[in-house]
Structures are given as C-alpha cells and as structure tokens.
C-alpha cells in the first residue's frame, strides 16, 4: 500500500514505470490502532492506495515473489525513494533465493 502525502500514486503513475496499477482501498482499523495513533501523537491516520503489483521479475519495473516480496527495477527504487523507506529492507535481487 501507498501511504502519506504522495498517496494518490500520481508521481507512480506518471512515471511511464510498467505493470501495476494504483486502487483505491478501504482499512478498518480495530480499537487499538486508535490508541497506538493518540501515543504517537498523531490525530488521524494517513490516506492509503493500493498498489496493485502485475509484473514480471526481471522484466518490468515492479513484481511481487511467491512469498510476497517486492521486486523493483532500478528505476523503481530510485522513484520509491523520494519517499519514507525507513522501514523498509532492501536488499539486491536474486533469482535463485528471492522464490
């Protein structure tokens, strides 16, 4: 999923990068993402899209694995990274053990 200010996927959208397509989505939240939100001081969640992933690892820009990793091109990465990656593990592909 997409989230905070660039959640409208435009700058995904636009960037001629291939084989996914951005959604809209809808979250409910249980009571206790309400509470984690108030202790992060935070007074609402942000918006989120869903980035719905239809590539093909090695040959388009954005691909899932069988276990639900996520593959990007080069160029993807250096688009995802005008974003918040903090979280995010980012290691080289390879085919042999990303299955």
């Known amino acids: 999923m997409l989230s905070g200010h660039r959640e409208d996927g435009g700058h995904l959208t636009g960037s001629g990068l291939g084989r996914f397509e951005i959604r809209d989505v809808q979250i409910t939240y249980g009571e206790d993402a309400y509470e984690r939100l108030e202790r992060h001081g935070l007074s609402e969640f942000p918006g989120f899209r ?18 639900g990793h996520l593959i990007v091109s080069d ?11 903090g979280r995010c593990d980012i290691e080289e592909y390879n085919s042999n053990t990303h299955r």
């Open 75 to 85: 160029a993807a990465l250096a688009l995802f990274r005008q974003g918040d990656l």
């Open 50 to 67: 869903w980035l719905v992933v239809a590539g093909t690892a090695g040959r388009d820009d954005v691909d899932l694995t069988p276990r």
